[in-house]
Antibody, heavy 120, light 107 residues
Framework: EVQLLESGGGLVQPGGSLRLSCAAS????????MGWVRQAPGKGLEWVSA????????DHADSVKGRFTISRDSSQNTVYLQMNNLRADDTAVYYC?????????????WGQGTLVTVSS | EIVMTQSPATLSVSPGEKATLSCRAS??????LAWYQQKTGQAPRLLIS???TRATGIPARFSGSGYGTEFTLTISSLQSEDFALYYC?????????FGGGTKVEIK
């Protein structure tokens, strides 16, 4: 059974940083791309970042480009999202999700999410 | 960026009735279209991928159709557990984009 467990969320001041982690189990970690999707309070889903199974390629939404960085550690079966220069509009639940193939595809499994609140 | 437009925003349906949800892409996405269900306070769950392939464990009352720019999710006979938010998502082009969602509520 695929399990994705996010951690690292919390309250941070504008301009601050956080690193989210997503511990994965139940599948061959390096064989699948991973991503982060966020949901602001009362709003819809917004894709944030993605990384291929090997970690050789990443992509980020324009809204976070230059501030967020996705990475993965195959020795720990963990995906990370380093978030810098946080803004109030980054406040959201951040979901880690597994993609259906090594470098593309839909999201076939989701974690329960971790809440990030950016406020002074 | 491909814009995904879902309609209606809210659909009021009685239990046992059929629900038809629409999703339109601003440009063609071939069959690279997924549908997700989200209940209050929960993570999204994959229902349909490749426009029409049900995910593991998804009941047969859920079906998807369409290609290119027009897609439909049909729930043939609504059960109490089906009242939720539904999102479509294209994964044909970067950036990946979601529709704004359709809320299926009890009539």
């Amino acid at each position: 059974e695929v399990q994705l467990l996010e951690s690292g969320g919390g309250l941070v001041q504008p301009g601050g940083s956080l690193r989210l982690s997503c511990a994965a189990s139940g599948f061959t970690f390096s064989a699948y791309a991973m991503g982060w999707v966020r949901q602001a309070p009362g709003k819809g889903l917004e894709w944030v970042s993605a990384i291929t199974g090997t970690g050789s390629a990443t992509d980020h939404a324009d809204s976070v480009k230059g501030r967020f960085t996705i990475s993965r550690d195959s020795s720990q079966n963990t995906v990370y999202l380093q978030m810098n220069n946080l803004r109030a509009d980054d406040t959201a639940v951040y979901y880690c999700a597994k993609r259906s193939a090594e470098s593309y595809g839909h999201f076939d499994s989701w974690g329960q999410g971790t809440l990030v609140t950016v406020s002074s | 960026e491909i814009v995904m437009t879902q309609s209606p925003a809210t659909l009021s349906v009685s239990p046992g009735e059929k629900a038809t949800l629409s999703c339109r892409a601003s440009q063609g996405v071939t069959s690279n279209l997924a549908w997700y269900q989200q209940k209050t306070g929960q993570a999204p769950r994959l229902l349909i991928s490749s426009a029409s392939t049900r995910a593991t464990g998804i009941p047969a009352r859920f079906s998807g159709s369409g290609y290119g720019t027009e897609f439909t999710l049909t729930i043939s006979s609504l059960q109490s557990e089906d009242f939720a938010l539904y999102y479509c998502q294209q994964y044909n082009n970067w950036p990946l984009t979601f529709g704004g969602g359709t809320k299926v509520e009890i009539k």
